[in-house]
């Protein structure tokens, strides 16, 4: 399916979920993000550290039953990686990389929420897709080396090259949390299963991860 084909379906979905949605409301929190990174001869991603980033925006909730709904939203969320790499060659030269790879997206998640009674408070449970569009990032990068530093930057560029990213993002996200009242405290994990790079060599891959901390507030339900 074409990227227009997606946007298109997309867009179709949110107003359709929107447009019968009884609970609106916004949440916002810290995302711990990494990248797989894997061929045919095995996966680099090892050296990857976990990135602090965010994510914030609105979402919309729609009750089937007491216990399960389905719910939806738009979310600004980050993610990317960090390095952190000490290397020393068998001359004895140290040297120590530090990098930071950081990338906002605009996710739209359509997950199933099953809600469970616990006292006066509820847990919940959720599970299901996500697609996501890349907007901008940057790679930054600092590598000392005999004690000479040098640092640089740039910016991600998207498009069909072997250099640039693909903008479509897509995958899982699974989690549970607490509701009380009207403000609910959750924790996900997003499986990235797009290939965001271009290059295809041996079997080259290059997919999102995250793990994210929110908290959420109900601040609309309609009757």
Do not use: C
Not at 94 to 100: G, L, M, P, Q, R
Not at 199 to 204: H, I, K, L, M
């Amino acid at each position: 399916m074409k990227l227009k084909n997606y946007l298109s379906l997309t867009v179709l979905l949110i107003i359709t979920t929107a447009s019968h949605a009884q609970i609106f409301g916004a949440k916002a929190g810290l995302n711990l993000s990494t990248m797989l990174l894997k061929d045919n001869d095995g996966n680099y991603s090892d050296d990857f550290k976990k990135n602090p980033g965010f994510h914030v925006g609105v979402t919309g909730e729609l009750p089937l039953t007491e216990m399960f709904s389905v719910e939806t939203g738009v979310l600004l969320t980050t993610k990317g990686l960090k390095i952190n790499q000490v290397v020393k060659t068998p001359l004895g030269v140290t040297t120590e990389t530090k990098a930071t790879m950081n990338i906002f997206y605009l996710d739209i998640p359509f997950t199933g929420k099953a809600y469970f009674d616990v006292g006066s408070t509820k847990i919940y449970g959720v599970l299901g897709p996500y697609i996501g569009m890349g907007l901008s990032g940057k790679n930054k990068y600092e590598i000392t080396e005999e004690g000479n530093t040098r640092t640089g930057e740039n910016n991600i560029s998207w498009g069909s090259g072997e250099s640039d990213y693909k903008r479509l993002d897509f995958g899982l996200t699974a989690g549970s949390g607490v509701e009380i009242k009207s403000i609910q405290i959750g924790l996900s994990y997003s499986l990235g299963l797009a290939n965001i790079s271009n290059q295809s060599v041996n079997g080259s891959k290059f997919s999102n991860r995250i793990l994210g901390i929110s908290v959420g507030y109900k601040f609309v339900q309609s009757h």
